[in-house]
């Protein structure tokens, strides 16, 4: 039987639909996924539905042919493939946090070489604190396959400023108030992952202290770009 939310949010569908592919061709373009790693989703906005890849889609081919409807649970609505392999995680992240819009999973190489280590992130660099309001957290270490991913993310970035988590020993999450944004912090994460590692190779770098990471975090939510 065919979900009546399909029919009466169909034109939001199929926008949310061309807007998540687009965002797909966003990772390999900023080098943030290998062959099919990843995947990107955002919510279809009025109703309890979301839009994910299809798993094991190819980047380069990507249409929004491939993209699946997912209600809040992570079942198919709508999509002749299986969603991704992380629809339970992102699933669970939209009905944790219903601020967030959109959610971004990659295997980028410097952040995830964070997750390897389990290390967050120090806050060393002021486009840090502005992005991410301090360190980048690490996450518990998860199977995929059930909720246990969506709940450490969740766990993690809750009562956090980050909109990145580093899940142990898999790789980086992000949260957005879109799915744009959340593609943002995915490419923000990768350069300050990389940044902080470069600076590691010629020494110890400095921590900002905590109250002007506060002052530089205030001004980029509040002033920057305003
Ligand atoms: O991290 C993993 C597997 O470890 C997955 O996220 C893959 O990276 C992408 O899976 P699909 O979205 O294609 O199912």
């Known amino acids: 039987m065919t979900d009546p939310r399909l029919a009466e949010f169909r034109a939001e569908i199929d926008r949310v639909k061309q807007v998540v592919t687009d965002l ?5 373009a900023n080098d943030l996924v290998t062959w099919t790693a990843g995947n990107v989703s955002e919510r279809v906005p009025g ?19 491939d993209m699946v409807v997912c209600d809040l649970d992570g079942n198919r609505v709508e999509g002749e493939r299986k969603p991704s392999s992380d629809t339970a995680a992102h699933a669970y992240v939209y009905r944790a946090m219903p601020q967030v819009q959109g959610v971004v999973h990659t295997h980028s190489t410097y952040a995830t070489a964070w997750s390897a280590r389990r290390e967050p992130i120090p806050c060393v660099l002021t486009m840090m604190a502005d992005e991410f309001g301090g360190d980048i957290p690490v996450g518990p270490f998860a199977l995929i396959g059930d909720d246990s991913i969506g709940r450490g993310i969740v766990e993690t970035l809750r009562d956090s400023r980050s909109r990145a988590v580093l899940m142990a020993n898999h790789g980086p999450f992000t949260i957005g108030s879109s799915g744009l944004d959340a593609v943002k912090a995915a490419v923000m994460l990768e350069e300050v992952a990389r940044t902080v590692h470069t600076a590691r190779l010629l020494g110890e770098p400095q921590r900002i202290d905590q109250a002007d990471i506060d002052r530089l975090w205030d001004r980029y939510q509040n002033v920057y770009g305003q």
């Open 47 to 65: 109703v309890d539905l979301f839009v994910i890849k299809a798993s094991g889609a190819r980047y380069h081919t990507l249409t929004s042919d």
């Open 24 to 28: 797909h061709a966003e990772l390999p």
